[in-house]
């Protein structure tokens, strides 16, 4: 005997995805803010890329194996810039809400620094 369920739910609708190109647009205007509040972004964005893709392609000449470690070199030197830029993008948002509403300036949590 098969059983007929007593109430049905109804199916759920699947999540909407963000377009593409409004992710990009999303990416594009917190890299302007985070650049117009942190003047050193981009060197410290150029350095985080740059540093790992020359350590590990000079690895790869050292050991023989430039074909293996040159795409891995510049995963890493990608991986690393983005992973700066997020935190880099937090830090600025974080100063920015400083002083915000539903806080008091003479919080201590606020002020200790």
Do not use: C, N
Not at 40 to 48: E, F, T
Not at 51 to 60: F, K, T
Not at 81 to 97: N, P, Y
């Amino acid at each position: 005997m098969a059983r007929t369920p007593t109430s049905q739910k109804p199916a759920k609708k699947p999540e909407k995805k963000k377009d593409r190109g409004q992710r990009l647009k999303q990416i594009r205007t917190a890299f302007s803010m985070t650049r117009k509040a942190d003047r050193h972004l981009i060197p410290y964005l150029a350095i985080a890329f740059v540093l790992p893709v020359a350590v590990l392609v000079g690895l790869g000449i050292l050991l023989g194996q430039p074909v293996y470690f040159v795409p891995m070199g510049l995963l890493v030197g990608l991986t690393m810039m983005v992973v700066v830029f997020g935190r880099r993008a937090v830090d600025r948002d974080v100063r920015a809400g400083r002083g915000a509403a539903g806080r008091r300036p003479g919080d201590p949590a606020v002020d200790a620094r």
